[in-house]
């Protein structure tokens, strides 16, 4: 199993969602961020000085997926948070060695 | 009396005529009580303290970061008992009573003397105008919290606001409104350009240069944390703000109305003009800014209220305008100094300037009126203005060496990253989860 | 004068007028000032301004999403600023001066001769009287802001309150409050159902429309982000109310005792009625359901509230709480407009019932005053409601097209998407860490 | 009249004379309409209203969890709304018309017979009377919500307001202000600190005794998720609170001066005060502290406020800041009752402490009026808070019996641990993102 | 050495933070995060039209523990947060390589 | 690849980012956490009575790096983060198996 962390554009959260719904996966957490990269803040005015805002809000959106489904959830979620602009995001894999339903008990793949 | 004579003369005339030698009785008053003169000045009171309670307290909690925003509301709330305290306590009968052109006297120390049925000589209860009184002793310290926010001691700053309503308030509002020497040769600050905005203005920034800057002054400002929190307060002076300026009319008369009018216009062309610049300088129009415009056009137009016409106002509301919105660069950027909320910038040099402008907008040509000679009233006004702010000036450094050597300025560093919220009033903004 | 002759005077009635031929000078006036009617009156017009400043900022910026939030406040400031200047410049004038059935002239432009001491007829000064009526100019635009939020071009929205003022306020004005064809004819609108919320309401119908919905309008609509700042604002307006419609009865008599009663009754009644309705269909009795239907009650019974008793309140109460219900389901979900905070069903349908309804409600058998004839009332009620419901839906689909064919409505979809405080002003509107 | 004579005679009062066996004529009102009377009392029912719409709201909505705030001003607004309809319905009837020393009749049910012209033997409209005295009627009640949040059923909070105004407010208003018995004895309580403060004090103790506590009361209680609201509702409390004292003169008088300037003063000192304390006990001083010292300061000079002079001011003001402060201890930490905001320890004890000691402080020595001899003012104002308390300690056991055998008190489990707004009202207070 | 990553009902955190603690696991640290799963979010009514509030407020608890206490911690955490009703949450278990204990520079076990 | 987790004191955030921007390390992504460790919370008073915050406000930076400069990052992150007081916060290293910018496709050490 992998656990798949997207960090991706707030505003592409719904279209990511729909589009992961539409291939079957309807569980994931999602975390408000602030990213820091090649897309720079901006800049914020106030009577004549500047205020540096130097991070971008951002959706970080975890999801644990089997090992066979990562290819799948990888270019599904692309396709969905992109918007050909900087600062669309990136996404990044992890081994996941175990996973828990706290519920009922259940373990591994039936836990997903 | 020149600068120089005064200059020699206040040190003698501090000093023995604070307790009235004979407890004078008041010339017989004529007037009776209006209740609708009443009426209006109760309200305006209630307005006044409005604007500092939660006012200005919101105007400023807002332009802070919110580690520190309830360290504003606190320094705001706190002032506010503080002066009204010392009020009742002594400073009502130094600003008010007789004494002679420097300072009152102590007759009416602890209100002594002030019965239920007092008038003296006004159309409403002398207790009201105590009041109406206090509310702008409370509001013109509370204006200069704006320098301080972020770093200044609590301790400190309480010590500042009662030796600082001693020391500079307490004269100035004698000398212009108390039958002291400025109202004598004639000054016109209806609603305390001089009184209010220059005291303030001039003690903030002196304060915030000896306070030094606060920590990432240089290196990066933090954007106001809640720029709605800071509009409810704008509002909120707008509207309490003719409590202000129409209540000094002492009554509800034809010349409210006309200073309520003036006030209103000078605010709204202030807020677009401030919007216009900010529009073409920085790129957008902001709340922060348009609301800034209207406090500059507030403070601008208090002073003239009384005197000037719709002209006028329009003619100050630009001034404030353009003339705020750069000193407010200029402060910050060029001289470096962490006025951090722009106390002198928007307060100062808006009083300042309506102050200095009277002297020609209350004459006939613009549409105002008390002005005869508007040569000699600049004068006057200027003089007046001038003296103040270097009064203000000396108070100031006198107050802040005394606290250097007790209690101290600034809260330690760590104080500081934290936040004052939590190191000086063991408290959270928001704990919204 | 039926609409139809209307209909083809107007054009000319317009343009000949505007300028006084001769100066007429005012009938002479016995009244006096009274400093209690003077006092109410100040006191009024705070208050009305405090409904816009912060009080229907607050009640519309806590119902769109956090992104938005000070574009929301920063619209009401703008359009306090805009239409204070307006109202100074020429529309006074235009809605209060003699001038024809139609429209005033402008003998007061610019505040031409409204001097200090000028009463003009009434028992305050006539500078008052000014300002209270630019509270009333400054809400009403305001009011359309609840239709535009989340999308509109800031500029636009400029422009569109600038036209609106002049195209469709300051008539109206001038037909029920300033002498025009409709008081002739015994209109009754104490405090603006016809002049205030028929005008708004539909016209922001209408410029909904004409925007078109949100981005997810249709998919997925935002809760309000902040339920508590959308009652604070609904409890400003609640009091600032009192000035509103009480201030409308021009003094403090006993006809504003009574306004006052019959304005808190129907908007307590509303609320309870509002929050029944919403208790029962959405299964729970909400905040923002229950300020809502103040707001109705209020909208509902202001053109009413100088002729009903108490029975006629709580029948406007209950029918305010029930019809603008319903109103908001039928423009959202049927209409699929989406005027986004409901003003035309609010405001406008609340504010043309009633205008409608006081032509039976202000009978004495519903222990009212001022009816005679229910019939007659009524005919003349719904025609001045229809007459000014159609001249604003038409202004506004002019204004709207001179909009469309310069700067252009609407915000581009990623300014929508970001939010309009960021995209339009440069600002964020929580920095809570 | 002794207490067991009283006690002996109430349930025999209560009946017979509910209806009035003949309208009886007023007694010929020699009064006019005095227009700055009026103006100041519309002025001060605003402003009380004010209090409570938003200013309770906020003072006790920032106090409590962010999961609950909305429910706490839905507590407020919704107990406003059916006060008024109420107060209109019968309750002012029952208050403020003739009847017996127990309770008033019901000759002005629905407010029959208050027409507009009609003064009542004041100097103002009877509907503004009718109006002031509602704000009251709703700040009442409000106020005892403060112990019931977190875990109260909506429904039972509705119901219990709605008996609580019947069974305990109207006999207790009509018995010191409606010509009841306790007014007959000179009992002195100018704006309730027996009617207002010791029927809500109490009652909310005894409520809070029935409802037990909050979930986690033991464990760790939650600190106020928005200090800065919570300030910001205490200043519209201390501005409004004018209104009340002020305003409890009946007219624009010299004796509303005098009350004002002791109101303030009170409030002033008692925040210091309790400020002190805290700086000392806890090592901070906080803001929550300092706002809730004002208020304990206003809540004791309110019933003494017509009496005493600037000394009796300062007096209450360091008792209130001290014997409130410990007493808010003793109920949370000795007793364990989850008075959850301290209702009692606050608005209780010093709305008592003031009830009482006014006897004392009314006298010439303290600078006060209308108090001849000390000793037996002492006993009438004891004995009248005392049964006072009593009787408002039976009625809400009585009512509390009610609601447990009807609707419940409190919510289910969950509920309480999602939070109310969700669980009672499906909304959320907080959509930052 | 493993971190764990546990999603749970937010109003169970206190009684899972007490049960580790009893377990001698005193560190953690915990995130605000918006669950999407099984559990649906609820709508809220205003004015007469429905608004969705498709994501669900839960916790994430993460804590870094040695290999040999994961089974452990895993059955404290899943005892704690249990409910028994949906939406409960997950437990997911990820190697971790290495740990640094800023202020006094120790790594590995000693860090945790 | 690896991904390197730190918590920080939130004051720190600014330096420690100062210092990886000048080793070349720019991208990052930042979530404001609780606490729980040795460092204990506070209690503020109100009215007289204690009221317990027993979570510290901390900020986690997530960064991910060539494996052959997690010590070179580890080792400035420690020092910019370090004040030598309790709580200063840990840094903890999983394995990081794939990584996709999602504007460009790139993957791997190219879309880091
Ligand atoms: N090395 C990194 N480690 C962790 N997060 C990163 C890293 N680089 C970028 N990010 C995250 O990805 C977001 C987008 O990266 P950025 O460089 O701005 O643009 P792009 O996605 O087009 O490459 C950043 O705001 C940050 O949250
Ligand atoms: N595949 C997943 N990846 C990441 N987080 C998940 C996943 N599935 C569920 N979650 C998280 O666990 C929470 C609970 O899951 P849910 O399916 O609602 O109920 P249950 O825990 O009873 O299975 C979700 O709200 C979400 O935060
Ligand atoms: N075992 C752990 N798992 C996850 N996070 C931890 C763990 N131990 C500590 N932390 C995090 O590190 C922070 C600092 O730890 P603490 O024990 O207070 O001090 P120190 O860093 O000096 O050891 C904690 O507030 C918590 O966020």
């Not at chain 1, 969602?17 to 079957?24: D, M, T, V």
Request: hydrophobic share 50%; charged share 10%.
């Amino acid at each position: 199993m992998k656990l798949i962390k997207a960090i991706i554009k707030p505003f592409k959260l719904q279209e990511v969602r729909q589009a992961l719904s539409s291939i079957g996966v309807e569980g994931m957490t999602v975390t408000e961020v602030k990213g820091f990269g090649r897309q720079k803040g901006h800049t914020e005015i106030y009577r004549g000085s500047e205020y540096t805002v130097d991070f971008l809000p951002k959706t970080m959106v975890e999801i644990a997926v089997a090992a066979d489904r990562v290819g799948e959830v990888i270019n599904t979620i692309s396709k969905a948070a992109s918007s050909g602009k900087i600062g669309d995001g990136k996404i990044f894999v992890l081994p996941l060695e175990h996973v828990v339903r706290i519920r009922t008990g259940e373990v591994g793949h039936e836990a997903l | 009396m020149t600068r120089s004579v005064a200059g020699s003369r206040w040190l003698l005339a501090f000093l023995p005529l604070l307790w009235p030698l004979t407890a004078q009785a008041q010339p017989a008053a004529t007037a009776t009580l209006n209740t609708g003169d009443t009426a209006w000045m109760i309200t305006a009171t209630v307005l006044v303290l409005f604007m500092t309670l939660p006012g200005l307290a919101l105007f400023y909690g807002g332009l802070v970061r919110a580690q520190n925003v309830l360290s504003v509301l606190m320094h705001c709330f706190a002032v506010t008992c503080i002066a009204s305290v010392l009020w009742v306590a002594g400073l009502y009968s130094l600003s008010f009573s007789e004494g002679n052109g420097w300072i009152g006297d102590l007759q009416h120390i602890g209100l002594r003397g002030i019965g239920v049925g007092e008038l003296n000589g006004r159309t409403y209860p002398e207790t009201v105008f105590v009041m109406f009184q206090m509310t702008f002793a409370i509001i013109t310290p509370g204006l200069i919290i704006g320098a301080l926010v972020e770093r200044m001691k609590f301790t400190a700053m309480m010590l500042f606001t009662a030796l600082w309503l001693i020391v500079v308030y307490a004269p100035v509002a004698h000398w212009v409104w108390g039958g002291g020497w400025m109202q004598k040769e004639g000054v016109l600050d209806l609603a305390g350009g001089i009184v209010v905005h220059t005291t303030a203005g001039v003690s903030a920034l002196i304060l915030a240069w000896f306070l030094g800057p606060r920590a990432d002054f240089r290196a990066r400002i933090h954007p106001p944390h809640s720029p709605g929190m800071v509009m409810i307060g704008a509002s909120m002076l707008w509207v309490g703000w003719f409590g202000f300026n129409a209540g000094s009319q002492g009554g509800a008369n034809a010349a409210a109305g006309m200073t309520m009018l003036v006030t209103h216009i000078a605010a709204a062309v202030a807020s677009l003009t401030w919007t216009l610049i900010e529009w073409r300088k920085a790129g957008k129009p902001g709340l922060v800014g348009i609301v800034t415009g209207m406090v500059a056009g507030l403070a601008t137009v208090t002073p003239a209220s009384g005197n000037i016409g719709p002209m006028g106002a329009v003619i100050l509301g630009v001034l404030a305008g353009i003339v705020c919105y750069f000193a407010c660069g200029l402060i910050k950027q060029r001289l470096q100094i962490d006025d951090a909320l722009d106390v002198f910038a928007v307060h100062g040099v808006g009083g300042m300037m309506g102050s200095i402008l009277v002297g020609v907008l209350g004459t006939a040509t613009f549409g105002g009126s008390g002005v005869t000679s508007a040569g000699a009233q600049l004068v006057t006004q200027i003089k007046a203005v001038g003296f103040t702010a270097l009064w203000s000036a000396a108070g100031t450094v006198l107050i802040v060496l005394v606290i250097k050597a007790t209690v101290g300025l600034r809260v330690g560093q760590e104080a500081e990253y934290t936040g004052l919220d939590q190191a000086e009033h063991g408290e959270t903004a928001y704990h919204l989860d």
